[in-house]
Nanobody, 117 residues
Framework: QVQLVESGGGSVPPGGSLRLSCAAA????????MAWYRQAPGKQLELVAGFTVTGNTNYADSVKGRFTISRDNAKNTVYLQMNNLKPEDTAVYYC???????????WGQGTQVTVSS
């Protein structure tokens, strides 16, 4: 079993910044990839940023140039630095861990990000 613990959400004005963290613990598979998703009220879950199987990064078009995903493998932690936040970034953000050799995906509990003046 894998546990994902997220932190770093909050409320900021437009133009502000936040840094989300997601720490993985438990029986973590050897080969994984991790990503951040978000879900705004009344909208579908969408991929925000993630690592590909080759270790590269990919981003939703709406966050390119503003968000940066990074990771600390020694700490089994992935981060999402969010700059120049916009009201449309308001959502619950979820961390996702996907084993590359099959098996269930794991999700964090979600952290609320609110961008409002």
């Amino acid at each position: 079993q894998v546990q994902l613990v997220e932190s770093g959400g909050g409320s900021v004005p437009p133009g502000g910044s936040l840094r989300l963290s997601c720490a993985a613990a438990g029986s973590i598979p050897s080969f994984i990839t991790m990503a951040w998703y978000r879900q705004a009220p009344g909208k579908q879950l969408e991929l925000v940023a993630g690592f590909t199987v080759t270790g590269n990064t990919n981003y939703a078009d709406s966050v390119k140039g503003r968000f940066t995903i990074s990771r600390d493998n020694a700490k089994n932690t992935v981060y999402l630095q969010m700059n120049n936040l916009k009201p449309e970034d308001t959502a619950v953000y979820y961390c996702n861990l996907r084993p590359l050799l099959g098996g269930p995906h794991y999700w964090g509990q979600g952290t609320q990000v609110t961008v409002s003046s």
